[in-house]
DNA sequence: CTGAAAGCGCTTACAG
DNA sequence: CTGAAAGCGCTTACAG
């Protein structure tokens, strides 16, 4: 009757056995009831949903991962939260994975890949039940890490090459193709293209710009403006500077990110160089603010809600032990025409 | 000898207890070496230490979480990603926090008190070793939660009026109060608070507004500009033209956040409205682009970084049962007079 | 300062 | 379809 005598840790937690015993079954058969694992007898889910309902149990997740060996969160790895970019795919995943029970784990790598095999490794020993990564590129190390856990991991921000891999993103260079397309559609001859930061995905844009202007016999390799530091409006108002200095000519500049091309912007209003009529300007991603610039920036608008939203969807499956029916989703992109092209 | 007949769950991870057997002690005994908990001979831990060391020993956070009843994990509830401000507060908290061999949790409220009730309950269930929340606002229900859960919390961004509780961060009062002094001493009169969200935080910049004016006799209820929507590049611009047609002698406007008033500079710049001769148009929270706004945007800088950083070796100090030497810091604020103002 | 025992609250693996 | 037993890898509480 009394407890007091043994060494009991009473944390007062509603447990799996307290279930059991209001459901009038055993503690095995509640807990595969309420995870929806093997059948169950109808008539006992109930009962033990009910009880469980009635009792207010939630499960301990630390003794789920435990047992299972196998976590209640997802991680996410991604270079910044200070590019919007991946503030929008972040909150996507969240709103997906909150209702199905899985807390979000952000790591940040900065772009560095040291960085992200160090996370890599962290996150790993909390067990995560499942990966989000951004993107394909990253150190040998890294790749084994992931490709020895068991985790399953879906990549994000690019289209998938190889099989096996799954993926959820939009063909990077397409989009770099096309925004350059409508440069030449527009008129536009000397095409500067502007890139920071240069991860992978920059260097596909670029790749679009190249392939396009390759397609008119128009690729100049000296329009290649190429920065290591990371994108901002300051830096984008430095490269408009620099362009127009070097190349007087150039009556186009892409800049890989908007926040670059509204730095430019901005520094043309400084300098009184006329967008669009003397140089047009567009940019990356349709971040805030690029519809209110004077004038409103031209860009590619990237699907990363929908993005984060698919890729979460997708690992919820793979988690669950099914095959995606499309392993490789590509959702594609979209050029918007505004006033500054 | 075999194992093969048990019914081993063989993990293959290295256990306290390879590590107990390799240093000839018992588990317990590595287990506090490691942890530094309560005295171990010396010349035992070293044993321990190299042991650990030499096998890659790292302890299971969910076997620890499940022992302890605490887990290896500090939640922080921000009210959006979206707003700068807390994306450089949460990159401070993270990179305190990870040395410390903390993993952060972001919880995301969307200025909701429901929301963020329900986060919390959610974050108490993995039992968080810590917890870091914005402000003091919100519903007796979470507040009632924070306490009885006897997590350690830390409030940060606003300073505290309470005894007992825990913060870093500035008045935000105050500093709404100096940004109007300096319009006032720039000789502006007629001078505007827009403001969006209307959080706490906001209105209590409001209150330093109004402060500043009644002070010198010219407070108007009739320039307080309330707007419930989240504050963005967007709706400064409409604020603008909305003040400007309502009020049309305003000869300053103080917004209540940075893209706000970037917003209405560049709406400023389509209207042909002289900043700052005609108008004086601040900010508040220094976000990026200010400064390369035209004219640069005059602003107050918040020391989110260092709050973030602050709050989190508070809650370590917490964490390891130590009571704080200033329960609530106040780390101050910056004015940064530019071009607009 | 050190340890043997029990327990944290689940799930796996085996049986029936 | 259901269950008794064992185990996941730690730490707590009690003793000495």
């Known amino acids: 009757m009394s407890d007091s005598r043994s060494r009991r840790r009473a944390t007062g937690r509603t447990t799996l056995a307290d279930v059991a015993q209001a459901a009038g079954v055993s503690p095995i058969t509640v807990s595969r009831a309420l995870r929806g694992e093997r059948a169950v007898d109808p008539a006992l889910v109930a009962r033990v949903q009910e009880a469980a309902q009635r009792l207010g149990y939630v499960p301990d997740p630390a003794a789920r991962a435990l047992a299972s060996q196998r976590g209640t969160h997802v991680a996410v790895l991604i270079p910044l939260l200070s590019n919007a970019l991946f503030v929008d795919l972040i909150e996507a995943v969240q709103r997906a994975l909150r209702p199905a029970g899985y807390q979000t784990l952000i790591g940040i790598t900065h772009y560095d890949e040291s960085e992200e095999e160090q996370l890599l490794r962290e996150q790993l020993l909390h067990r995560p039940a499942g990966l989000i990564v951004t993107g394909f590129e990253r150190s040998a190390a890294a790749r084994a890490l992931i490709a020895g856990s068991g985790v399953p991991c879906v990549h994000v921000m690019e289209t998938s090459t190889q099989p096996g891999q799954y993926s959820v993103g939009f063909s990077q260079q397409d989009a770099g193709r096309a925004l350059t397309e409508h440069l030449l559609a ?131 499956g793979l988690i669950r032990g099914e095959a995606p029916a499309t392993p490789g989703v590509d959702l594609g992109y979209e050029l918007v025409v505004r006033g500054s092209s």
Chains 1, 2 share one sequence.
């Open 186 to 316: 527009q008129g536009r001859r000397r095409i500067a293209f502007a890139g920071a930061q240069l991860d992978a995905r920059v260097m596909q844009r670029l790749q679009g710009w190249r392939q396009a202007l390759q397609a008119v016999g128009g690729h100049d390799p000296r329009l290649e403006f190429l920065h290591p530091a990371p994108s901002s409006i300051a830096l984008g108002g430095q490269m408009l500077e620099q362009i127009l200095a070097f190349r007087p000519a150039v009556d186009a500049i892409f800049f890989c990110n908007d926040d670059l091309a509204q730095g430019a912007l901005l520094a043309a209003l400084r300098l009184k160089v006329a967008v669009p009529r003397r140089l047009a300007i567009v940019g990356f991603n349709d971040l805030t603010g690029s519809e209110h610039m004077l004038p409103p920036l031209t860009t590619v608008r990237t699907p990363r809600a929908a993005i984060g939203e698919a890729a979460a969807r997708m690992l919820l």
